[in-house]
């Protein structure tokens, strides 16, 4: 079945990349692609999807932000509206007027009150600057931040059933990508990144959601990549599970490019969606792979373990997009890692095997 999984991932891709720096699985950048593509920052990653979740879904989601940012934005107003005139006697003291009332008299006042004075002082400055460099700026990124951030997104695309998704790399960038010595697939960014981004379960949370430490939205390319859609200079499909990066120029042949890896049709293939006109015929091997895999999944699904069952896919899918081919020395290999995964799943691999008749 590994055979069958990695057989189906890899065919047809491999004379793409012929005198091209770029890395597998990604794939030069078709020209339809370029619209979209002119408008990202190139020393990032993105990966791009559909949203499929309920318009009606997606605003109950939204307005939670919208009053914690409006809340906050009250609480900040109020703020300023009683400490700025505190602060402004303040600057009149340190510019020598005594009368403002903000200082104390060391010579009527004992030491534990002049203690508590400073104390008193020291903590209000600390927690105003905790306002005004760490509160205030999650409002300020929600409503005021341009070219674009979640209010004018929101306001320019609405709520839409079928909403593009446009996530970009967040603390790492396209070098760590393909510009190291190991690159694409064989990156540790990939597999730490990449996958788990688009891992089956992480994907089933709607858009705005996504954001955590690897990954942020972004918000001028959803609108970008939505106004595209809506003038039909690109198909809303085509951004559907797709990973850009732009791949630099190194020494021998092939030019800086942006690269993109489809990953939904990389699934599509392990799982025999599409259709196998383009392949050797394998009628009959096809169909029992299908079956196999299907086979798989719903045991998996049963045992709730269905986040299993896309780790595998993804797992098989890096393994034989890997240069040099998929041996058999790397099938045995592959063997291993996957017994180890469904392990660490918690999932008796030997047992679970035996049930649908062999997995490997």
């Given at each position: ?15 793409k990349r ?78 020598g007027d ?47 931040e341009s ?214």
């Amino acid at each position: 079945m590994t055979k069958m999984v990695a057989k189906r991932a890899g065919k047809g891709s491999a004379p793409k990349r012929i005198l091209s720096n770029i890395p597998p699985p990604f794939l030069s950048a078709p020209e339809s692609f370029h619209p979209f593509l002119s408008t990202l920052d190139k020393s990032s990653v993105y990966i791009t999807h559909i949203d499929r979740h309920p318009a009606f879904f997606k605003k109950q989601i939204f307005s939670v932000p919208v009053a914690l940012n409006v809340t906050i934005t009250l609480l900040l107003l109020w703020r300023a509206y009683v400490l700025v005139p505190q602060y402004f006697f303040l600057f009149l003291f340190l510019l020598g007027d005594e009368t403002t009332g903000t200082s104390l008299d060391g010579k009527s006042s004992t030491q534990k009150e002049m203690v508590w004075f400073v104390v008193q002082r020291g903590v209000t400055f600390f927690l105003d600057y905790l306002l005004v460099t760490v509160v205030a700026k999650w409002p300020y990124t929600f409503f005021l931040e341009s070219p674009h951030n979640p209010l004018s997104w929101r306001w320019t695309t609405g709520f839409r059933d079928e909403e593009i998704v446009v996530r970009v790399s967040r603390k790492w960038d396209g070098g760590d990508l393909v510009s190291g010595i190991k690159r694409g697939g064989e990156s540790p960014f990939f597999k730490t990144k990449i996958l788990p981004a688009l891992d089956g379960e992480f994907m089933l949370k709607t858009g705005y959601i996504m954001m955590n430490d690897s990954w942020d939205l972004d918000f001028t390319a959803m609108v970008n990549a939505t106004k595209l859609v809506d003038k039909k200079e690109m198909k809303m499909e085509d951004l559907d599970r797709r990973v850009f990066v732009w791949v630099p120029a190194r020494s021998g042949p092939g030019e800086s490019e942006w690269a993109i890896w489809n990953e939904k049709a990389q699934e599509e293939e392990v799982l025999g969606v599409t259709s196998t006109s383009d392949f050797e015929p394998e009628p009959e091997e096809a169909s029992e792979g299908r079956h196999k895999i299907l086979q798989i999944q719903g045991k998996l699904q049963e045992m709730g373990k269905e986040d299993l069952f896309f780790r595998w896919v993804e797992m098989i899918q890096y393994e034989s997009t890997r240069p040099g081919g998929f041996t058999k020395e790397r099938q045995l290999e592959a063997g291993l890692k996957v017994q180890k995964l469904f392990e660490e799943h918690g999932v008796d691999f030997e047992k679970f095997e035996e049930s649908v008749g062999g997995i490997s």
